[in-house]
């Protein structure tokens, strides 16, 4: 189990990626959060398995019906300490 910081780009603002994604994490069980970034990108952080690494990535560049995807960035955060007993959406 690792959590990742991941930093999505493309057309992911203000075409429901958070609640889409925050859907779907929470129905995989999923710890963490999502939140849009004043440069345009959305950044997650979660809880992930190893094993659940690639539905993970799935989620993120499915999005929503409205959304675009261009690349995903993501770094493992080794001290990651966070009280969430599941997935939210920050603001």
């Known amino acids: ?13 203000g075409v429901f990626y ?16 999502i939140q849009n ?8 952080v979660a809880e992930v398995f190893d094993d659940e690494f690639e539905a993970f990535l799935s989620i993120l560049k499915e ?13 493992i955060i080794d001290d990651a300490t966070f009280n969430t007993d599941g997935f939210e959406i920050r603001y």
């Open 63 to 75: 999005g929503s019906p409205l959304s675009t995807v261009n690349d995903i960035q993501y770094e």
């Open 1 to 13: 189990m690792q959590w990742y910081r991941c930093i999505i780009f493309g057309n992911v603002q």
């Open 37 to 44: 970034l004043p440069d345009g990108t959305v950044e997650v």
């Open 18 to 33: 958070r609640k889409s994604v925050s859907q779907a994490m929470m129905k995989r069980q999923f710890k963490g959060y």
